[in-house]
């Protein structure tokens, strides 16, 4: 168990719509980033946050957004949603900015 | 823009053989992390290597870093069914923060 806590674990829902993901990093670590993967693409870096401040940007869509909490969790909100979004979402959280990443379990979204 | 290209992409073994799987890039990396992920849940982390030339040994599996830090590989000794999975390499870029760059990925599987 990496202590990262990720809900839900599974969603289904239909293209145009929106979702919210959310993640509940290990306790003391200030950073949280978001990854999707698919079948394809592979595990893509979408977006870091650090107590509560966004820290880095990778490949993430402008119809997605994500945003850390006071209390550390972090949501990541998907709208608009395409076939092509369906995939893995992992959310992984350190320590510090250059610690070693802790990864949840995932939630697996699939869009019809 | 895929900075990591792992090879090979499967590999399907006999218990007890050896293997060793590849990590490749142009790019330099800080450090470099191998993670190992089983279906169903996130990627754990097995080793960080930060030096080039590193070699380090974590019971049966080796990590080695590149001298120019641009590669790596991981060596399994006698490799187990409790091997098999799917073994990600990640990257962090120099001066970058901690948004990795994982590679391609390879799946395996070992055949008791």
């Known amino acids: 168990d990496s202590g990262v806590t990720q809900t839900p674990k599974h969603l289904i829902t239909a293209t145009g719509q929106r979702v919210t993901l959310r993640c509940s990093p290990r306790?003391?670590?200030?950073?949280v980033y978001w990854y999707q993967q698919s079948l394809d693409q592979g595990l893509q870096f979408l977006i870091q946050?650090?107590?509560?401040?966004?820290?880095a940007k990778g490949n993430i869509l402008e119809r997605f957004s994500a945003q850390q909490f006071p209390d550390l969790h972090s949501e990541l909100n998907l709208s608009s949603l395409e076939l092509g979004d369906s995939a893995l979402y992992f959310c992984?959280?350190?320590?510090?900015?250059?610690?070693?990443?802790?990864f949840g379990n995932g939630t697996r979204l699939t869009v019809t | 823009t895929q900075l990591l290209e792992q090879s090979p992409q499967f590999l399907s073994i006999q218990e007890g053989e050896n293997l060793t799987v590849y990590c490749n890039s142009s790019?330099?990396?800080?450090?470099l992390q191998w993670y190992r992920q089983e279906p169903g849940e996130g990627p754990v982390l097995l080793v960080t290597v930060v030096t080039g030339g590193e070699v380090k040994k974590l019971k049966r599996l080796t990590f080695q870093f590149g001298d120019a830090r641009k590669d790596s590989s991981l060596h399994i000794t006698a490799a187990q069914p409790g091997d098999t999975g799917l073994y990600l390499c990640a990257g962090a870029i120099e001066g970058g923060a901690n948004n990795l760059f994982f590679g391609t990925g390879t799946r395996l599987t070992v055949i008791p």
């Open positions: 790019s330099v990396f800080s450090s």
């Open positions: 306790s003391g670590d200030l950073s």
């Open positions: 992984a959280s350190s320590v510090g900015a250059y610690s070693p990443l802790h």
């Open positions: 946050y650090y107590n509560g401040e966004e820290r």
